[in-house]
């Protein structure tokens, strides 16, 4: 396959860093980073909503979860959102939600009512769930660090009952809710691999303790039995919080300095360098070639040469 010669080229972008020439087969020298919302206090949990053609995303100390389209740009799409986070879709095409206030993942139905599907784990109250991921036979599965409860910046300062920061799998069919990893300082953003026999799960407990490595780690899936496979990534910079799967089987995670694109074997392909701390990302966009970045005060777009492993990502035919 012909791609972009990094060498050959004058002006490389300055936005890239460029670390294995896969990289280069899935971004484009023309294509520049460009900023579509601003003013915000801290987003986070963008999604895309393909059959609307339009972006959500928190901004979780303002309450708010905002939409964001090519044609109207941003506009309020929920105010009171109890510091939601984290949001993703079940196969019904449904927002599925985290949020810090109410401590619960919720579910918004078709007619706009909001359906808890899990608040409380052996009687007591979660900490604040962050992230979330629906695997195909409908399961939510989501992370419950404490960054919610730590302060009242973005949920309400409380001390935590629970006994670790799990990751849960709440069985739909059941209702039940159970820890599946707890092991972790903080969980935070998850993904599955393109089979799903994997789950990548974001350890981003070196935010408040240096001592935590800064790593995404991998699971093997079984059912609602996962596997510690060890770290699958390190992060050079920052943190990982959000990440998201690409249809090649790329992992694409937040850092510090912006997004750090993985293979599927782990080796460290490249970086969109971004002027803000990113949160999370999605693929979407009108022809699903957009990965949007929340950035603490802004959202960003940038054209990728790959597609969202998630269907609604991706337009259909
Ligand atoms: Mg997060």
């Given at each position: 396959m ?23 087969q899935?971004?484009h020298?023309?294509a ?22 339009c972006?959500l995303f ?26 939601n986070n984290?949001n993703?879709?079940d ?25 808890v599907l899990a ?16 695997s195909?036979?409908g ?6 660090p ?7 910046f ?12 799990n ?17 972790f300082v ?7 691999s ?6 990548f ?22 059912g ?8 699958f990534?390190?992060i ?7 990440l998201?799967?690409d ?24 970086k ?8 999370n ?6 022809d ?12 960003f777009?940038?054209f ?14």
């Amino acid at each position: 396959m012909l791609v972009w010669n990094r060498i050959d080229m004058k002006n490389f972008p300055s936005h890239l860093d460029v670390r294995d020439d896969r990289f280069l087969q899935l971004v484009h020298p023309v294509a520049r980073l460009s900023k579509i919302a601003e003013g915000f206090t801290w987003t986070e949990g963008p999604v895309w909503i393909g059959d609307h053609n339009c972006l959500l995303f928190s901004d979780i100390p303002s309450q708010r979860i905002m939409r964001w389209s090519h044609s109207e740009g941003a506009s309020i799409f929920r105010s009171g959102s109890d510091f939601n986070n984290g949001n993703s879709r079940d196969r019904q095409g449904r927002l599925v939600g985290c949020r810090h206030g109410t401590r619960d993942v919720v579910r918004t139905e078709s007619n706009g009512t909001l359906t808890v599907l899990a608040s409380s784990y052996e009687g007591k109250r979660l900490n604040s769930p962050n992230d979330l991921v629906v695997s195909s036979d409908g399961a939510v599965w989501f992370t419950d660090p404490s960054y919610g409860i730590l302060s009242n910046f973005e949920g309400y300062q409380a001390e935590p009952e629970q006994d670790a920061c799990n990751v849960f799998r709440i069985d739909l069919q059941t209702g039940t809710c159970t820890a599946v990893v707890s092991d972790f300082v903080q969980p935070n953003g998850l993904a599955f691999s393109l089979d799903e026999t994997r789950l990548f799960i974001a350890e981003s407990g070196a935010s408040h303790d240096p001592n935590v490595p800064a790593v995404i780690r991998q699971f093997d899936v079984d059912g609602a039995t996962l596997t510690d496979r060890g770290t699958f990534a390190t992060i050079d910079c920052g943190i990982p919080d959000g990440l998201r799967i690409d249809t090649m089987g790329n992992l694409w995670t937040s850092a510090g300095d912006g997004v750090h694109c993985f293979a599927s074997d782990g080796t460290f392909l490249g970086k969109i360098l971004v002027p803000e701390t990113v949160s999370n990302l999605c693929f979407g966009g009108q022809d699903g070639h957009t990965l949007f970045i929340t950035a603490t005060t802004s959202v960003f777009q940038m054209f990728v040469n790959t597609l969202g492993a998630e269907p609604w990502t991706r337009p259909t035919a």
